[in-house]
């Protein structure tokens, strides 16, 4: 089997143990991964603080660390092709997704580095005749960063990139499934030129690992990426070092199509809202909401096109859909559409286990428009299952769009310019796509907010996020400093 170890102050570490991280197509090990336990965390967090606070790190300009991270860039876009069979091996995703996405995350690091010596202050008019003031924009300090498995170079990407850029340090520690990816990026961070300490990189289980992680005292800011509930224990840790937070959570997030929509755009946006990744994506389009006049024709066409899609091993170039990245994963999906089915939802397609190895799950199609309230178009499936309900109006799709906690991305399909505008204003969503869907960049930011978290990761948004303002008073006058017992 390959070995993955932990990262952590510049040398790689075999860990306190080891686990077998499992293959997604056949179910078999086919990796060994260094497991991080409390003092493996201890020792990470207190590289990171070290190399904050003292060393080259903290005397480096900010241009300098612009150049480490598009060194860093050029080394992830040269390691693209080796990171995405590491990638799709150990999550399933499939590697015509992976090789174009990690090729792409180069370009985070690269918008990073431009931004790494944009980052400015501000002179304040103050209202003191004899008082300049300004602020510094600062780093927070040490970050522990924390990301799942599913596109995890990418969603490493958006936290290492502005936090570096910002002067901070990191710990990053991946998820327990399907790590290998991640700890086979930090062989790239030394080879970058980053001092012993700036990025840590380690794995292991919530209660040993993570817990320890996000309570930590010489932790100054969390960035998770993940679901609410294991947020709600990242905001409840936080408690015990006042860390800040952002949370980028899940979502369930409404794919609206109108009747003037040009159905075949709006069909093939739908299959890569909700098809592509196998589904596993926080901003899958999960609920097709669709006008009632062409609900008939577009569920017509998404079983015909799902019947297509090729289910296959995810290394092969030809596979669309590979498998879910844990059998719990398939077992919860496939629970969730049996509960719908029993309520009332009509299944269009799929909807069945497959025989044979691997966690696989077949594009599935569910419509419910008689059963609105039915589970899987209330609850995140992260998967390759689409939940369809029909509106009357525009009045009706906002009020269906709406109707969820979550508030990450949305879709809409129209040729109406004024109504695209109307629904842009009226969707509660971090992101609003009109007439594409699933398009991300670095410059543009990133987020929700009720059960999708706060924060935004791409553009400036993220890496404010990882400073804090100092203000700065300087009196400009020689006169002696007037009655010591009035505030000036």
């Known amino acids: 089997m390959e070995q993955f170890d932990l990262y952590i102050d510049g040398a790689f570490h075999p860990g306190a143990a080891r686990f077998d991280s499992r293959d997604p197509a056949t179910d078999a090990p086919w990796a060994s991964i260094a497991e991080?336990?409390?003092?493996?965390?201890?020792?990470?967090?207190?590289?990171?603080?070290?190399?904050?606070?003292?060393?080259?790190?903290?005397?480096?300009?900010?241009?300098?660390?612009?150049?480490?991270l598009l060194r860093l860039a050029d080394l992830v876009q040269e390691a693209a092709p080796e990171l995405a069979r590491i990638e799709t091996r150990d999550t399933g995703k499939i590697i015509r997704e992976t090789s174009a996405q990690i090729a792409y995350v180069a370009e985070y690091y690269r918008y990073y580095a431009g931004l790494a010596d944009k980052i400015e202050g501000a002179h304040l008019p103050i209202d003191k005749p004899d008082m300049e003031v300004w602020l510094r924009r600062e780093p927070i300090g040490v970050v522990a960063a924390i990301v799942p498995w599913n596109s995890q170079l990418f969603l490493s990407a958006v936290k290492l990139g502005p936090a570096l850029a910002a002067g901070c340090t990191v710990v990053l520690k991946a998820s327990e499934d399907g790590p290998a990816p991640l700890l086979a990026f930090a062989k790239l961070i030394g080879r970058a030129g980053f001092p012993p300490g700036v990025v840590n990189v380690i794995t292991g289980f919530g209660p040993e690992c993570g817990a320890v992680l996000t309570t930590h005292p010489g932790i100054d800011h969390i960035a998770f990426t993940g679901g609410p509930e294991t947020a709600r224990h990242v905001v409840r840790g936080s408690a015990e070092n006042l860390a800040s937070t952002s949370l980028e959570l899940g979502g369930k997030s409404p794919f609206i199509v109108f009747e003037d929509a040009d159905l075949d755009s709006a069909v093939n946006a739908q299959i890569a809202g909700i098809f592509a990744a196998t589904g596993q994506s926080c901003v899958a389009g999960s609920r097709l909401v669709v006008h009632e006049p062409i609900r008939e024709r577009m569920l017509a066409t998404l079983a015909e096109r799902a019947a297509r899609i090729a289910i296959g091993a995810p290394g092969e170039m030809a596979t669309e859909i590979g498998p879910l990245c844990t059998r719990r994963q398939r077992d919860r999906l496939h629970a969730i559409v049996a509960a719908s089915v029993a309520a009332g939802a009509k299944l269009i397609c799929g909807g069945v286990v497959p025989e044979g190895p691997g966690n696989y799950y077949p594009p599935t199609v569910l419509d419910c428009t008689e059963v609105p309230d039915a589970p899987c178009v209330k609850e995140e499936m992260f998967g390759p299952v689409l939940a369809?309900?029909?509106?009357?109006?525009?009045?009706?799709?906002?009020?269906?769009?709406?109707?969820?906690?979550?508030?990450?991305?949305?879709?809409?399909?129209?040729?109406?310019?004024?109504?695209?505008?109307?629904?842009?204003?009226?969707?509660?969503?971090?992101?609003?796509?009109?007439?594409?869907?699933?398009?991300?960049?670095?410059?543009?930011?990133?987020?929700g907010h009720g059960l999708s978290g706060h924060g935004r990761e791409g553009g400036l948004a993220a890496a404010l996020d990882y400073t804090t303002v100092k203000t700065v008073w300087l009196r400009t006058s020689d006169a002696p400093i007037p009655d010591p017992f009035v505030m000036r």
Do not use: C, Q
């Open 36 to 68: 991080a336990r409390a003092a493996e965390v201890d020792l990470a967090v207190r590289a990171a603080r070290r190399a904050f606070e003292t060393g080259a790190w903290p005397a480096m300009t900010a241009s300098a660390r612009g150049k480490l």
């Open 388 to 447: 369809v309900t029909a509106f009357r109006d525009e009045a009706d799709a906002i009020r269906i769009a709406n109707d969820t906690a979550y508030g990450l991305a949305s879709g809409v399909f129209t040729r109406d310019l004024t109504r695209a505008h109307r629904m842009i204003r009226a969707i509660r969503a971090g992101i609003v796509w009109v007439n594409t869907y699933r398009a991300v960049s670095p410059i543009a930011p990133f987020g």
